[in-house]
């Protein structure tokens, strides 16, 4: 396990330096990095379970790297975007490009890292970037469902629709990437699974944290989601619940009539989400997910590997920020 684990952060200080190059080689008339900086790594999970991924499956090295560094540009891309959707301010502790540069130029940021990421994901194996372009797309779809659903209750089937789409998409193109770089095209089904489900997880505790995390471990704003009217699944537990069920919708209606700056009703909210167990309820969820998927891990061929790969899941199940 040292040795995959060395490997691993060996590898992931190659993926930070080749971003951060990839970032200061724009033209500084394009876009001035120095000058606007924004963190282009946070938790790097997308990162890390491409590398993991690869490890377990018998592959590794400059090629997993790159297909790593893709992922995260493209993760990041998608934060500028969303960070201009939410009008967010702050985001992964620092002040969001929406916040630096304007909605104009934040957008045009996330389009030239997307075809950075393209890119990237080219130089790791030519036909990585077709199924890049995929993963986008449901990307988009999964954001657009949201956009969609704002204000409306919608069903635990359709935010796990929504969640599968929005997160694991990514996490599916990281996961069939390592598959495609190890050459085990029998593996490939069983990898899309394993990175769909992963990036749902990963989402459900997101999720989770708006209601139950700090904003300073986050680096984010939280209860974003209760006043931008999203309904994920912490929330519509609570909803679906006979007896907490009337008393969020009563506060949720506080929310979207009271005066913005009353914290007040989403405080209460996020204390009834947590107190009645539905925060824990969700997380549960994330962590049968993280658990069923190690089967799938089992038929990896690199034990060592595949014992870090499961070690990463369950922690993302058990984050708190
Ligand atoms: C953050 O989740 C956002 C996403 C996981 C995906 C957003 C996708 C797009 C904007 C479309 C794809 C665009 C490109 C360029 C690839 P969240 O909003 O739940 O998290 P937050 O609390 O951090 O805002
Ligand atoms: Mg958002």
């Not at 075809?115 to 130089?123: D, I, K, P, V, Y």
């Not at 029998?186 to 489900?197: F, I, K, M, N, Q």
């Not at 708006?210 to 680096?219: L, M, Q, S």
Request: charged residues 30%; proline residues 5%.
């Amino acid at each position: 396990m040292e040795k995959t684990a060395a490997n691993i952060e060996a590898s992931m200080r190659a993926v930070s330096e080749h971003i951060a190059a990839e970032l200061r080689a724009i033209d500084r008339d394009v876009f001035d990095f120095d000058k606007n900086p924004f963190s282009f790594l946070g938790k790097a999970a997308r990162a890390r379970f491409t590398l993991l991924a690869a490890a377990a499956l018998g592959a590794g090295g400059p090629k997993a790297e790159k297909a790593a560094a893709a992922a995260e540009l493209t993760h990041t891309a998608s934060l500028l975007h969303d960070d201009c959707l939410d009008m967010a301010r702050y985001r992964r502790g620092l002040p969001t490009l929406y916040d630096q540069i304007g909605i104009n130029s934040a957008i045009l940021v996330g389009d030239l890292l997307i075809s950075m990421a393209f890119e990237c994901a080219g130089r790791a194996a030519p036909d990585l970037p077709e199924s890049l372009v995929q993963a986008v797309r449901r990307m988009t779809e999964g954001a657009l469902i949201e956009e969609n659903s704002k204000g409306k209750k919608i069903s635990a089937a359709e935010a796990e629709k929504m969640v599968a789409l929005k997160t694991g998409a990514l996490f599916r193109w990281c996961a069939l990437a390592a598959c495609r770089l190890a050459n085990r095209p029998e593996l490939l089904p069983d990898c899309a699974r394993l990175g769909e489900e992963a990036g749902s997880a990963f989402q459900i505790v997101d999720d989770v944290l708006d209601f139950e995390g700090d904003a300073e471990a986050c680096g984010k704003e939280t209860l974003k989601d209760v006043k931008e009217g999203k309904y994920t699944l912490p929330l519509i537990l609570a909803l679906n619940d006979p007896q907490a069920g009337p008393e969020a919708d009563r506060l949720l209606a506080a929310i979207k009539t009271g005066p913005e700056a009353d914290l007040a009703p989403a405080l209460d909210l996020a204390e009834l989400v947590r107190k009645g167990g539905f925060s824990g309820a969700a997380r549960k969820i994330a962590a049968e997910k993280l658990k069923n998927l190690f089967p799938v891990i089992d038929k990896f061929p690199d034990p060592e590997g595949a014992a870090a790969l499961k070690d990463f899941l369950l922690a993302l199940g058990e984050r708190r920020a």
